[in-house]
């Protein structure tokens, strides 16, 4: 009998933004729910906001029990959308110490979808200079299509731009097809 957990995606939108309902939250949500529809499964979301007053540990051993289910629901995805605001031309420092704490193999070939919000397009770059080097430090599968979305694309919460809209659309099709082929592909190692 095929063991059915080895068929369920687990796929995590990770948030680094350490503002409780932002602007990044909203919309790393609606993304996940379009694809999460697009394949019939479900997602979860783990944000960084939520995390912020268990992120003083300064080693994995050092983390409390919340801090480590989070880790350990990253390390174990099967796919990652993450989504960062930008400060200073970069993600926020308290994403990049809950990444530090991750294991640095379990990322290994895991696609990972990239979403970036900034005040202005001179942020644009950061899907490419800082988001991409990131995750190819874990050897995680950098999908093509990274998103960054400014201030005037999103106004109250809508993406607007027609454009950025497509791009969006691409993002979920690359993203589910890459959960599909993963998934297919860990039913064929476990027939």
């Not at 995590?12 to 939250?25: D, E, F, K, M």
């Not at 992120?55 to 959308?81: C, H, Q, T, W």
């Amino acid at each position: 009998m095929p063991n059915l957990q080895n068929t369920i995606p687990k796929i995590i939108a990770l948030v680094g933004s350490p503002t409780p309902g932002s602007r990044t939250r909203n919309l790393a949500t609606h993304v996940l729910e379009r694809i999460t529809h697009e394949i019939g499964a479900a997602g979860r979301v783990i944000d960084i906001a939520e995390l912020v007053p268990h992120l003083m540990s300064r080693n994995r051993g050092e983390a409390p029990p919340v801090l480590e289910e989070a880790l350990r629901a990253v390390e174990e995805a099967d796919f990652l959308l993450v989504a960062s605001p930008v400060y200073k031309g970069s993600y926020t420092g308290l994403f990049k110490h809950f990444i530090d704490l991750v294991d640095y193999k379990s990322l290994a070939g895991v696609p990972v979808s990239l979403l970036a919000l900034g005040g202005s397009d001179r942020h644009a770059l950061v899907i490419d200079h800082q988001l991409r080097p990131l995750f190819g430090f874990f050897n995680a599968h950098t999908l093509p299509t990274g998103i960054f979305v400014s201030e005037k694309s999103y106004p109250d919460g809508r993406i607007v731009d027609p454009a950025l809209q497509e791009r969006l659309s691409v993002l979920v099709r690359e993203s589910a097809d890459a959960v599909t082929n993963r998934v297919a592909a860990r039913r064929l190692a476990a027939a």
